[in-house]
C-alpha cells in the first residue's frame, strides 16, 4: 500500500500497479471499511482500478490524520471486498437498429456479427467501479479478441442503454451523453435512477452478464419499465 | 395569502442560470458528481445577507444573468462577479439585502469582472433534495429544477420563513479578499512524479488562457504544453476537486464542480480548496498563473479564509 497526498483535501491509496482482482479486492476492501465508519469528515470515497481516493473536511481532518485512519483499518480487520456482490444480468438487444457499430467490431476482429454477440454475452465480467459519470460501470473481463478501438469521432449523442465496446473495455451509457464507444447493443433496463435507492443497477465487487433478447423481449421489457 | 409562499419566474434565463447549494456528497463511488456553486464564497455570503443557512439552494447564474419575477414581497442579495442589476430603472447594490415589491422584475445584466454572480432568496429555493442535495447535476440531468439550468417561463417556490433576519456587511468588506489576482495557488497532484522538475517548474512559470470551451465540469487551458516523462497509460483512478490534469495534447484541464469522478489523465497540481471559488470566477480568456505551496500553507489559507468570513458582518 502507497499512500499519495493528492490535494489539501485528499488522499490516494494505491495497491498496485495492474488491472488484477486481487488487487480489486483491496481497493474495495478499504472501500467498504471507510463506508462503515460513516464518519461525516470523510466526503467522498473513489474506487479505481488499482486505488481508493479518500476525499476529506480539511478543516476536519489532515492528511496525516485520514492517513492512520486507514493504517489502523488495515490492521484491525482484513479486506471483505466481496460483501454484498450479487451476479446482475444485464438484457441486451444487439440488433444493428442498436448496434450501429456491430458491423465494424466484425471487420476489426475478423469475426462474423453472430460470433462478437455470442463471445461478448457468454463473458461474465467484473465491476471493478463506477466512475465518469452516475452509473457507469468499469467492466474487466472482456475476451481479448473482442478489443477494438474506439471511433476516431465521438457521437455527440448516446441514448441511454447502448452497449459499447471502447479497446479492452466494454460498458453500458446509463444516461444520453457524447461518446465514443463502439455501439453494439442497447439495454431495456434502467442502470441510473437518481430518485432509487441505491440509484444504480450493479455497485462495485457486482459480476455482470449480458443476455441476449430480441426485439420483442426488448420492447416488453421497456414496456414493463414504463 | 398569507402561507402561501413566493414564487420566482423566469422571463429571460440569462446564459447558464441554475440551481446549487454546498454540493453533492458520498456518492463519488457511484460515479456521482459533486457539483454546488462554482463560486461557494459568494453563495454563502449571498446567503448570509439574506438570513439564509449559509449553503441554501440559490440561483448560480453565468456571464449573462437572469430576468426573474416575484409575485411577492421577497428579500434578496445579489453577491460575486459585478453585474448591473435593476428592478425598473432602480440600481440593485451587490452584497445588500434588497427587497423586491411584489410583481416586479429583476433584471441582471452581464458580468463585467468575473464568471458567476449568486441570487439568494429569503428563506431559500423550494427544490426537491437529491442525494441530500439541491444542486443542479447538468451531465446526470437531476437536481436543482428539473435536473437543468433554468428556461424561460419556470417556476420555482421559495419556502416560507417565519422570522425573516437581514445580516448586512461591513461597508468594503469584501473588496481586498474577493479581488485578490494574484496566482491561483496549487499543490502537488497525485501523479507529480510522472512530470520532470524542469517540466513542472516551467508550468509554474507559464501563464495559460481559459478556453472558450470550459464549463462547470472542466476549464481548459491554453498556453506552453506540458508532457509527462511517463509515457504509459494511467489506470483509471479517482480525481480529487480542483485536480489539474494534462491529457496527450499537454494543455492542462482544472477538473471542477460538475467534474467526472474518475479519470485517465495524469495530475500534475492539484488547485487548494481555499482557491477553489476562484476557479469558479474565470472567464473564457482569462489568464491564470499557478503558486505551489504545501499542505500546511494551503489549510492555513483556508483557515484564514473561514476566519474572514466570520468578521465581514457588522453586529
Given at each position: 500500500m502507497k499512500i499519495v497526498v493528492a490535494s489539501d483535501s485528499s488522499i490516494l491509496v494505491e495497491f498496485g500497479d495492474r488491472i488484477d482482482p486481487e488487487i480489486q479486492d483491496h481497493v474495495l476492501g478499504l472501500f467498504h471499511a471507510l463506508r462503515a465508519?460513516?464518519?461525516?469528515?470523510?466526503?467522498n470515497l473513489h474506487p479505481g482500478y488499482v486505488s481508493l481516493l479518500v476525499d476529506f473536511d480539511p478543516l476536519a481532518l489532515s492528511p496525516q490524520d485520514v492517513q492512520a485512519l486507514i493504517e489502523s483499518l488495515r490492521s484491525n480487520r482484513a479486506p471483505a471486498?466481496?460483501?454484498?456482490s450479487a451476479i446482475v444480468a444485464i438484457p441486451v438487444c444487439y440488433d444493428l437498429e442498436f448496434g450501429p457499430d456491430l458491423a465494424d467490431v466484425s471487420a476489426y476482429t475478423g469475426l462474423s456479427a453472430e460470433e462478437v454477440v455470442r463471445l461478448h454475452s457468454s463473458a461474465t465480467y467484473r465491476v471493478c467501479f463506477l466512475g465518469f459519470?452516475?452509473?457507469?460501470a468499469y467492466l474487466?473481463?472482456?475476451?481479448?479478441?473482442l478489443h477494438t478501438p474506439r471511433l476516431a469521432t465521438p457521437r455527440r449523442a448516446v441514448v441511454a442503454g447502448s452497449v459499447g465496446i471502447a479497446g479492452g473495455q466494454t460498458g453500458i451509457y446509463p444516461t444520453e451523453t457524447p461518446g465514443g464507444w463502439r455501439l453494439i447493443g442497447r439495454t431495456?433496463?434502467?442502470?441510473?435512477?437518481?430518485?432509487?435507492?441505491?440509484?444504480?443497477r450493479v455497485q462495485s465487487g457486482d459480476i455482470v452478464r449480458f443476455d441476449p433478447i430480441n426485439r420483442v423481449e426488448f420492447e416488453q421489457l421497456c414496456r414493463e419499465r414504463a | 395569502m398569507p402561507g402561501a409562499g413566493v414564487s420566482i419566474r423566469v422571463v429571460k434565463p440569462g446564459l447558464f442560470t441554475s440551481v446549487q447549494d454546498r454540493g453533492r456528497f458520498g456518492y463519488a463511488h457511484l460515479g456521482i458528481s459533486p457539483c454546488g456553486a462554482a463560486d461557494a464564497v459568494s453563495l454563502r455570503i449571498a446567503n448570509l445577507l439574506v438570513g439564509?443557512?449559509?449553503?441554501?439552494a440559490a440561483l448560480e447564474m453565468t456571464l449573462l444573468g437572469a430576468t426573474v419575477e416575484f409575485d411577492e414581497p421577497t428579500l434578496v442579495a445579489i453577491s460575486g462577479a459585478n453585474c448591473e442589476c435593476k428592478v425598473g430603472s432602480n440600481q440593485i447594490a451587490p452584497n445588500c439585502p434588497v427587497e423586491i415589491p411584489a410583481g416586479s422584475m429583476l433584471e441582471c445584466g452581464s458580468t463585467t469582472d468575473g464568471a458567476r454572480c449568486y441570487l439568494a432568496v429569503q428563506g431559500a429555493l423550494d427544490v426537491p433534495a437529491v442525494m441530500g442535495s439541491a444542486s443542479t447535476d447538468s451531465r446526470g440531468r437531476f437536481?436543482?429544477?428539473?435536473?437543468?439550468r433554468l428556461q424561460a417561463g419556470d417556476i420555482l417556490s421559495v419556502r416560507h420563513v417565519n422570522q425573516p433576519r437581514i445580516r448586512p456587511l461591513r461597508t468594503g468588506a469584501l473588496k481586498e479578499e474577493m479581488r485578490s489576482r494574484g496566482a491561483i495557488r496549487v499543490t502537488s497532484g497525485?501523479?507529480?512524479?510522472?512530470?520532470r522538475n524542469e517540466t513542472f517548474a516551467n508550468f509554474l512559470a507559464n501563464s495559460y488562457a481559459v478556453s472558450e470551451q470550459s464549463d462547470r465540469a472542466g476549464l481548459r487551458l491554453k498556453g506552453d504544453m506540458v508532457s509527462a516523462r511517463e509515457t504509459r497509460q494511467l489506470l483509471t483512478d479517482g480525481i480529487p476537486l480542483g485536480a489539474i490534469q494534462v491529457p496527450q495534447d499537454g494543455q492542462p484541464i482544472i477538473l471542477?464542480?460538475?467534474?467526472?469522478?474518475?479519470?485517465g489523465y495524469p495530475k500534475i497540481a492539484n488547485v487548494i480548496a481555499a482557491d477553489m471559488h476562484r476557479i469558479g470566477q474565470l472567464r473564457p480568456r482569462d489568464e491564470v498563473r499557478f503558486a505551489e505551496v504545501s499542505i500546511p500553507e494551503a489549510i492555513e489559507a483556508l483557515r484564514a479564509q473561514e476566519r474572514w468570513l466570520k468578521v465581514i458582518w457588522q453586529d
Open positions: 465508519l460513516d464518519d461525516p469528515r470523510i466526503r471486498a466481496r460483501d454484498g459519470t452516475g452509473g457507469f474487466a473481463g472482456m475476451p481479448e479478441v431495456p433496463v434502467e442502470m441510473f435512477n437518481p430518485l432509487a435507492q441505491p440509484p444504480t | 439564509n443557512d449559509e449553503y441554501a437536481g436543482g429544477y428539473q435536473g437543468r497525485a501523479q507529480r512524479d510522472w512530470f471542477f464542480v460538475d467534474q467526472q469522478t474518475t479519470g
